[in-house]
Structure formats: C-alpha cells, structure tokens
Nanobody, 115 residues
Framework: QVQLVESGGGLVQAGGSLRLSCAAS????????MGWYRQAPGKQRELVAT???????NYAAFVKGRFTISRDNAKNTVYLQMNSLKPEDTAVYYC?????????WGQGTQVTVSS
C-alpha cells in the first residue's frame, strides 16, 4: 500500500501561479505513472495532466501552455506548476498514481483562484 500526500494548494489571484507537490509514502513503491486530476463543485473529476516513468505526458486541453507536470521518479514525487491561473481553475486537485494496475489517490488540495 502507498499513500499520496499533496501540498501547495491555496488562494491566488487570477493570473497568478501555484506549484502543487505530491509525494508517495514509499519511494520504493513501483509506480508507472503519476498525475493530477481536479474536481470543481458540482462537476465530475477530470484529468489535468499525467506523466509516465518514460516521460510521456498527457495534458487536458484547457491547461496546455499554462500548466507543466514534472516528476522525480526516484522519489515517487510529482509536481504541477500552474501559471496564468483563471477563476475556472478553482477546484480540489487530486494526486494520482498508477502502481502497474492498482490506482491510488491523494486526499486532495484546494486551489482557489479569485477574479
């Protein structure tokens, strides 16, 4: 088993930046991909970005050019640099990890963007 611990959320004005971090509780746990999803009030959880061990990234169309995902594979850590934030980016952001089959989720970190 592995736990995912997120940090870095908060309140920011539109146009600002935040950096989210997520660390797995075990650095020796085999993870094939990590990433971020988000869920806004009244909406379904949606993909933000993922990155595989091989460095293959997948971004949602609404964040391309604004958000950048990166990983430290050795530490089982994933980051999300969010720039040019918009009020519609307000959501709870969840860290995700795929352990070569089993999926794991963090508890979420709130990101609020004021206009």
């Amino acid at each position: 088993q592995v736990q995912l611990v997120e940090s870095g959320g908060g309140l920011v004005q539109a146009g600002g930046s935040l950096r989210l971090s997520c660390a797995a509780s075990r650095s020796d746990f085999r993870i094939s991909a990590m990433g971020w999803y988000r869920q806004a009030p009244g909406k379904q959880r949606e993909l933000v970005a993922t990155r595989t061990n091989a460095g293959i990234t997948n971004y949602a169309a609404f964040v391309k050019g604004r958000f950048t995902i990166s990983r430290d594979n050795a530490k089982n850590t994933v980051y999300l640099q969010m720039n040019s934030l918009k009020p519609e980016d307000t959501a709870v952001y969840y860290c995700y990890a795929n352990g070569y089959g089993p999926e794991y989720w963090g508890q979420g970190t709130q990101v609020t963007v004021s206009s």
